[in-house]
């Protein structure tokens, strides 16, 4: 069992950043790929980005390819997503995820967090 607890959400203008911070609960966390989705009002929930269990490999939603940026410290059990030059159409509530390693990719995530929101203001 994994608990993730998501954190640094807030109301920013058009331009800033923000980091978000994941903090994952157990001794395995580096037994899970972790990612970040999101959920605008009205929308679908949709990928943000993934990383793997050591960190070497991550993937980008295209839309925030170049301006956000994951990462994580399996020392400190969390996993991070760096937003820069955020636009209103970023605003949503960000949810980290998590999936065990060796999970086919495309297979669902098996643990969520409650989520954080990000609202950025023209």
């Known amino acids: 069992q994994v608990q993730l607890v998501e954190s640094g959400g807030g109301l920013v203008q058009t331009g800033a950043s923000l980091r978000l911070s994941c903090a994952a609960s157990?001794?395995?966390?580096?037994?899970?790929?972790m990612a970040w989705f999101r959920q605008a009002p009205g929308k679908e929930r949709e990928f943000v980005a993934a990383?793997?269990?050591?960190?070497?490999?991550?993937s980008y939603a295209d839309s925030v390819k170049g301006r956000f940026t994951i990462s994580r410290d399996n020392a400190k059990n969390t996993v991070y997503l760096q937003m820069n030059s955020l636009k209103p159409e970023d605003t949503a509530v960000y949810y980290c995820?998590?999936?065990?390693?060796?999970?086919?990719?495309?297979?669902?995530?098996?643990?969520w967090g409650q989520g954080t929101q990000v609202a950025v203001s023209s």
């Open positions: 157990g001794r395995t966390f580096s037994r899970y790929g």
């Open positions: 995820a998590a999936r065990a390693l060796g999970a086919p990719s495309g297979s669902p995530w098996d643990y």
């Open positions: 990383i793997n269990w050591s960190g070497g490999s991550t």
